[in-house]
């Protein structure tokens, strides 16, 4: 099972992965926890290329190009294997972040990152989404409140540095995704605080997990 975390800046998902990852252990499940960009040791480096805040000047395409490039090294060397080892793959952000950061905020064509997806990922899709979703501005104060306090924060701080506009396409970007796709997305409201913002996400697994196992039954109940 190939379950993603997606949001804006500053909406919790690193510190809800980590819960999720406990969560998925004491249930019994064997879980691998990771991200993109940065997954993988070559996907580190184009990590930095990609979040250093002195290379504002990365041309879209490019800019593309390179999380699709960190996403099939991810893909071929820790998603499919661990799938196919029959593991619960969590991944904090994944294909619908290029959509709504490349496509809906940067301005890509949207059509045409599906097809690059199709073609150097084979499309594949995550069962799950979680969408921590959150006001801009309110997510934007808590990454700048990290970037502030926190040497490696400020070294990744290429997209907080972007307009508010920018992030306000994001999170309208990610909520259009949702709404065509209501059966693979659940929206978490990332306002409150960890603990409930965590219940909800417990709640959407929980419902998930349910879901898959009364369909797999052969009278589906
Ligand atoms: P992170 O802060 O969640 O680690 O994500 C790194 C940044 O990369 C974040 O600002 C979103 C951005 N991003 C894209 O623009 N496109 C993508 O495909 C992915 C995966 C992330």
Redesign the pocket.
């Known amino acids: 099972m190939f379950i993603t975390l997606e949001g804006i800046?500053g909406s919790g998902?690193t510190t809800q992965i980590r819960t999720i990852g406990q969560w998925m252990t004491a249930a019994g499940r064997d879980c691998l926890t990771t991200?993109?960009?940065g997954g993988t040791p070559i996907g580190g480096q184009i990590r930095s290329v990609?979040?250093h805040p002195d290379n504002g000047d990365l041309a879209p395409a490019a800019e593309l190009l390179l999380?699709v490039a960190d996403r099939v090294q991810h893909l071929e060397t820790v998603v499919r294997p661990a799938l196919a080892a029959g593991r619960v793959v969590v991944c904090?952000?994944?294909f619908d972040?290029?959509m709504v950061?490349?496509g809906y905020a940067r301005g890509l064509d949207r059509e045409m990152i599906r097809r690059l997806h199709q073609l150097a990922c084979k499309a594949l899709m995550p069962d799950l989404t979680l969408l921590l979703d959150l006001d801009p501005e309110a997510g934007l104060a808590r990454a700048w409140r990290r970037i502030r306090t926190d040497a490696l924060h400020a070294q990744?701080s290429r997209?907080e540095k972007e307009r508010l506009a920018f992030h306000q396409r994001v999170r309208a970007g990610y909520l259009d995704l949702a709404r065509r796709e209501p059966q693979r997305f659940a929206i978490i409201d990332a306002a409150g605080d960890r603990h409930t913002v965590g219940a909800q996400i417990e709640a959407a697994l929980e419902a998930h997990f349910e879901g898959n196992a009364s369909s797999q039954r052969p009278n589906g109940k």
Do not use: G, I, W
């Open positions: 800046e998902k991200r993109e960009p990609l979040l999380y904090d952000r994944y972040a290029t950061y490349q990744e997209f």
